[in-house]
């Protein structure tokens, strides 16, 4: 059974005191005591040292020695904080204020004590103890609250900070609590826009939420989100506040990042989406001018039709450029070293900038392998050196460097979204006029030039972007207006070639043949000069306009069919959905892709394996009727329809 008695440790060094006070406390209920006694100093104070007690009564005199309050002061010193009740019998005059200003729970006299005082007021100074020790808990566990919170605490008077926790003391840069105290809010942290803030609360009793600019100590600005009520006026007509602050520096800088990553998404499906309807235009175009170039015999009109052709090859190389940025390209990654591509594209940039910029290359002391598709690389390099050219018109330095470099989990923050990773790094220096950062912000978006109208198509750098970061890179660059610009380009490192570069077939007269080709093709331009090609190389052409007319000329001609040629986007049926439905009921019959769109995500969501045979627009009718004669000519059986991976497409 518990025993709930309440334990008293009584110090007196007369016996008779000692048998009296134990005997009214012994008769009490509702509580009941528990009393133990001393009659030394010495003793008493070890047994309240190593007791557990509720209360402690103490004479003041214990003979000729130390007097009950030493014994006070040492329990204290101790951290003994249970009640200590002081005995007096001489009723000295201030003993009892001093006696409290001590630190004792009560101060009696002798002279005048009851059973009845005695009981009450060991009962209030052990109920006040506890009551005490709740709020040393309370203030304890709410102080940790304060001091352990991840936001910025304080409480003010005015302009100054009387309370601030660590989180605020190293969110601002301080060294230490003090250190921050004693600035002046309005001057030192965060000018007018404080005050205002306080104006606020003064008014309305309280502000939350309110996103401003404060300043560190060392100088630099950070975006806080501050809430802060009012307390009360202080006596000196002061206003005191209390308030919690949070720093949303980093959380602003995610927030523009990801909006630009929008943005640029954005700009890439609308530049894609351009780039495919041109290049259905531009098929048309070139095809039409190569038709009529060796038909027209009279010179002047070849020149001028060769001026189409020219026309409409630039304009080619322009959308293959928004396609870049959409990542919508055709990729043929290898591994490759680095250091070779660089070098292989040295001879063409040395001509390319000039005389007047010296121009240094620094490879790695090994190889650096990255899987990657090299001419792409080479095109990325062109477009940053040109660009460091443009920012030197009075000559300077040009430095290419490449390195591999490990970002570890420390720095993915700064270099976010990049994840932790050992990297191929290529980077471009230049010593040019550099920029601002407003003109940063906006380097890779399309069209987007400081140069002169008519100086550039601000396509440069955007393409550079799209192919980076189809090839599963990442592209920064660090500036500063007047000091010069360095593009670092960080590609996944691999370990070793995986697979050996391809070579290149030579070139014959272009092919012809006698077999059916089924053309389906929704864009009638293309349609018509696809068909009209393919009819003039000796093939017979059975023509339809979307899935539905496909299936019907199958049914009626399967036997003779050899290839279908499809477009893969149609309105309807896809053409890999087509391609699935013949090649399951017709599996002699092969397949060939014609796109505007290259992307190989594009390719494995529309359902083809990556080597599916692919022609990609705008082509010329050679290029065409090249790709039909090499796919009619394969081994049979060498395109499955296993290859053909069944996914819902919508168009």
Known sequence: MTDTRLRVLLIDDDPLWQRLIGAWLGRLRHPSFSVESSSSYGHGLELLLRGAYDACIVDHQLGTGPTGFD????????GCDIPILLLTADGEEEL???????GAADYLEKSGLTEGLTGRAVRYAVERGRSLEALRQSEARHRSVFENAPYGMWRSRGQQFTDVNTALVTMLGYDSPEDLMSID???????????????DVRRIGSVRDLETEWRRKDGRPIMVRISVRLLN?????????EGIVEDITEQQRLAAQLRQAQ????????????????NNLLTAILGYAEILGD?????????????????GTRAADLTRQLLAFSRKQMMKPVVCDLNEVVGGACGMLRRVIGEDIHFTVKPAPAPVWVNADPGQIEQVLMNLVVNARDAMPDGGFVTIQTSTCSVDPSQERRYDPMPANTYALLSVTDTGCGMDEETRSHLFEPFFTTKPRGKGTGLGLATAYGI???????????????AGTTFRTYLPLVEMPIEAPRTGVALTASPTGAETILLVEDEESVRKLASQVLKRRGYEVLIASNADEAQRLCAERADDIALLLTDVVMPGVSGPALARAVTALYPAIRVLYMSGYAEQSLVLESGLSADAPFLPKPFTPDAMTRKVREVLDRIPNTQRVADLVPVAIQI
């Open 185 to 199: 809010i309005t001057r030192d942290l965060s000018h007018t826009a404080f005050e205002e803030a306080f104006a």
């Open 233 to 241: 006026a202080a006596d000196d007509g002061e206003w005191i506040h």
């Open 96 to 102: 009892d204020v001093v006696a409290l200003r001590a």
């Open 468 to 482: 980076v970061k189809q090839s599963g890179g990442f592209i920064w660059a660090d500036s500063t207006l007047g």
């Open 263 to 278: 943005k640029m998404e954005a700009i890439g499906r609308l530049a894609g989406g351009i780039a495919h309807d041109f």
């Open 71 to 78: 014994l006070l002061r040492e329990a204290r010193k101790a």
């Open 295 to 311: 038909q027209v015999p009279n010179e002047s009109a070849r020149r001028d039709l060769g001026e189409i052709h020219r026309a």
